[in-house]
């Protein structure tokens, strides 16, 4: 009988190394998957990990997709450090994304590129709201924010269901629903011309900075790590975990409505029911494959942004369907749980089986 148990002093060493062990793991899986499906391995695995990389115009690609990546991922992990359980970050980008477009919707020919201020403050906002929802159901009401935040983002589909198959619809749109598309002004400006990529890169940049400060630079963010790793000792100290709960939620929301508010008017320039493939739950993986690490969310974000390039890249060259990309992720966080348990963990053989028999 196999029996797991825990190693009393783990290598810090296989800790940093099990992203990397956790990925060569995916390779592998993914090369016998492309074999099972009767594609050349080597073939399948190049759209996922080389293709992405090749030329201007792919990298520019990649740094659009992980965008909104890092951003739920940078929000989410200061939760978990902070041992609070948001995986609503969908839910939140979907209000960002929601509230920016209604915004972006009033902006007309004539006005000027300032409206892009108001509309991604709007996006931070919303995403803010939806995350308030959260705290106040955990703080007033001890509800477990796990199963809330969850619950509020099929409030949210839903909510922007209703607007683009109801009052926000183009009635110009040949019934698809959608809105009409934004105004010039309120689209974000280009980083490299003739590429989509926009500032919002930019943008995920600078709050990856500002988050590094935030966690290591300040009583809030000692305060927060404190809090998720030591709980009583934070107490002994007088750190308020209702603050730290506050504090957490609204940033992590924050940040997700941003990624929402990019997306709206950046490569969509338009609201509609798509705005999102699964960013937020992606963000989940990109959180813990980063380790919780602003700097490391940066390489797991590009990673899954490799994954979502690979899969629509798989779906047109080889006839796989688009699930290739949530296999990939699927497979990533599963290697990588297995990774950390084995170096956390020694597998036993104990005869408690044999004697039963």
Known sequence: MLQLEARPAPSRTMLVLSPLIALAATVLFGALMFAALGKNPLDGLALFFVEPLKGLYGLSELGLKATPLILCGLGLAAC???????????GQLLLGAIAASGVALQATDDTTRWILVPILVAGVLGGMLWAALVAVLRDRFHANEILT?????????????????GPWKDPEGYNFPQTALFAASTTLPKLIPDTRLNIGFAIALL????????MSRTLQGFRLVVGG??????????FSARKSLWTVLLLSGGLSGLAGALEAVGPLGQLTPHVSPGYGFAAII??????LNSIGIVFSGVLMAMFYIGGELAQSRLGLPNAMTGVFQGLLLFCLLAADTLVTHRVRITGRGMRHA
Do not use: H
């Open 207 to 214: 709050a990856v900075a500002a988050m590094s400060l935030f």
């Open 80 to 90: 978990y450090r902070a041992n609070v359980w948001n995986i609503g970050a969908e």
């Open 286 to 291: 990109v959180a813990f494959v980063g380790r």
């Open 229 to 238: 790793q030591a709980a009583d000792a934070a107490r002994y100290a007088g």
């Open 149 to 165: 935040s969850l619950m509020l983002v099929y409030v949210a589909q839903n909510l922007l269901d209703y607007l683009v198959y």
